[in-house]
């Protein structure tokens, strides 16, 4: 087709060929400017109500404007071809920086918060995308994340397949779809919401799950959900919980757990209400990590997150858990009930339990002098202060990698707790010579590396 005209459109060479259609690179000859123009299978076209419909909700998105969404120029159909004329958007997508290892975890937030943005503009319009994944989001050289094929849900198969059936035969209709139509819909079952593949209505929560999933694709390197065949992945997608990404990939702020496991709940209802909450903590988390403020986790959210923790638990160690609990129970029954014991195995509960109590009580103080004794071998630490529940670590230079490794340690420690209010840690390294000096003189000092002294008079003068 190239050098043909499809309406004011000259084909000018090949972007790329899919399953939906052909990307052609086009000049539109009214405008003068360069598009991309997608030039839709005839096979996905031959139902004039499928059609209709596609063509509604196309013109549709088409009134979106919006810079994380490549705007929809033109929905057409001339000389038997169908098509959709669309911004030209010249990058790389989220799935190729991924397999090129191109992503940190700033970039991924970045990415993920202009993708909800655009998504937030989208659903306060109407407008569904469906088909959120690392392959339909478009990255520019200067960095700017493009939502693609907003409008073309409605002509992929797996939206055909009837949802009037029962769960399982519903999946199973899925998956035949998915291979036989291998090219076209096998990396959309992967990003599938549970109400997706259990042929569920769906709004726009179902996004929310999808971008969730992108994010942790993002993050982690992998997809959260993966079977042998299309049908065990939308089986685990509706049924199953997901590995916590922070365990995936060491070093990420337990923050983006739980943004990502908040969008990846089961029940639309128990998901972000709205793109625009996901983005207010999204952004949040990037401004923590910015500042190397690690914020305390709120005590709802650490017994779920516990809770959640419990669930992926299997073999011998869920037994060993409900062991414990079990004999736990069994003790706090006896206790209530009143029934005698021998007082020597009263004496033995007595000891044990001021050991507990002695260990426990101390706990705090152990871990932070454990945090300190890791945080104190960077080389780029000058000094570590504690008062008010809050270390201070003071760096000579900024480093990403440090930042993340101290929240890390942070966040550890007060995983390991059990009691008391959480700690928090801030990393500075804008500290001047006259502060440092006033922070040696005051209470709570841990670690003062060697050369402090010196190259705090060197920067004095």
């Excluded at 009134?63 to 669309?86: K, L, N, R, S």
């Excluded at 090129?100 to 970039?107: F, G, T, V």
């Excluded at 709004?203 to 942790?216: P, Q």
């Excluded at 440092?436 to 920067?459: H, N, Q």
């Amino acid at each position: 087709m190239i050098g043909q005209t499809i309406k004011q459109y000259v084909v000018e060479g090949v972007l790329g060929k899919g399953g939906m259609g052909t990307v052609y690179r086009a000049r539109d000859t009214r405008l003068q400017r360069p598009v991309a123009i997608k030039v839709l299978t005839a096979d996905l076209t031959a139902d004039p109500d499928r059609k209709r419909r596609f063509f509604q909700e196309a013109r549709s998105a088409a009134a979106i404007t919006h810079p994380a969404i490549a705007q929809v120029y033109d929905v057409d159909e001339a000389d038997g071809i169908t098509f959709i004329a669309m911004e030209l958007v010249e990058g790389k997508t989220v799935r190729q920086l991924i397999a090129e290892k191109d992503l940190d975890l700033l970039s991924t937030l970045e990415i993920a918060i202009q993708v909800g943005e655009g998504l937030a503009r989208a659903h306060e319009t109407g407008i569904v995308h469906r088909d959120i994944k690392s392959e339909n989001i478009m990255v520019t050289r200067d960095g700017h994340a493009k939502i693609l094929d907003f409008g073309l849900a409605k002509l992929n198969p797996l939206q055909s397949v009837e949802s009037g059936k029962g769960t399982e035969d519903h999946m199973s209709q899925l998956a035949t779809a998915a291979q036989t139509k291998t090219g076209m819909v096998v990396g959309t079952v992967a990003y599938m919401s549970p109400e997706q593949a259990r042929g569920r209505a769906v709004d726009h929560r179902s996004d929310i799950f999808s971008l969730g999933i992108t994010i942790y694709e993002m993050a982690a390197g992998k997809l959260p959900f993966s079977g042998d065949s299309p049908l065990d992945t939308m089986h685990a997608i509706a049924f199953e919980e997901t590995q916590p990404v922070t365990s995936v990939r060491q070093n990420l702020p337990p923050g983006l757990h739980r943004i990502v496991s908040r969008c990846l709940r089961k029940r639309p209802e128990d998901r972000y209400q709205d793109a625009r909450a996901l983005v207010d903590d999204l952004k949040a988390l990037r401004k923590d990590i910015d500042s190397g403020v690690t914020r305390a986790i709120p005590i709802g959210e650490r017994i779920r997150d516990g809770l959640e923790s419990l669930k992926s638990l299997q073999g011998s160690t869920l037994s060993w858990v409900a062991i414990v609990a079990a004999l736990l129970v069994v003790v706090l029954i006896l206790w209530v009930v009143g029934k005698r014991v021998d007082i020597g195995y009263l004496i033995i509960i007595f000891v044990v339990g001021m050991w507990l109590y002695r260990h426990y009580r101390n706990r705090g103080q152990k871990m932070l002098n454990r945090f300190v004794a890791k945080v104190s071998k960077m080389p780029e630490v000058r000094l570590i202060a504690f008062q008010n529940n809050c270390a201070t670590v003071v760096i000579d230079r900024v480093q990403a990698k440090t930042y993340f490794r101290i929240n890390s340690l942070m966040e550890s420690v007060n995983k390991k707790l059990y009691f008391g209010k959480p700690m928090v840690a801030a990393v500075r390294d804008d500290v001047t010579p006259e502060e440092f000096r006033r922070m040696l003189k005051e209470p709570g000092v841990l670690y003062v590396c060697e050369d402090a002294f010196e190259s705090t008079t060197s920067k004095a003068s």
